[in-house]
């Protein structure tokens, strides 16, 4: 480990792994809406990946309320041209080198590991 290096890096690597693997399988899943899957409802599918930007949106209007420059900086950086990314968000976030903002990253995991831990209670994707 370097002098400048944060000791809890790589707790945040591997968090983000883990988060980025959560994402990757809940968001293809589809959600069950009340006692049925959406799959019956007209032939429309809902999976957590639809809510992608409606996420991020969420994150953006923490760091815009929380004065988070960091944070918003670090979103900035996973759009796709109008859109987020949640993948590359994680992916950045699991490489040590995605790591040059470390609290913006606590900011972020934080978030997003309550928000999917409450998708998997809710809808049973375990």
């Not at 809890?8 to 809940?26: F, G, N």
């Amino acid at each position: 480990m370097t002098p400048t290096q944060d000791p809890r890096s790589d707790e945040r690597i591997l968090k983000a792994q883990h988060l980025l693997e959560t994402w990757d399988r809940l968001a293809r899943a589809h959600t069950m809406i009340g006692a049925g899957c959406s799959c019956g409802i007209g032939g429309v599918v809902v999976a957590l990946e639809d809510f992608e930007q409606d996420i991020v949106d969420y994150l953006q209007a923490e760091a815009e309320r929380l004065g988070r420059a960091d944070v918003l900086k670090c979103l900035d950086q996973t759009r796709e041209g109008n859109l987020w990314s949640i993948s590359r968000l994680l992916g950045g976030f699991s490489q040590p080198a995605g790591l040059s903002e470390p609290e913006a990253g606590n900011f972020v995991l934080e978030r997003l590991t309550r928000t999917l831990r409450s998708f998997e209670q809710l809808h049973g994707s375990r």
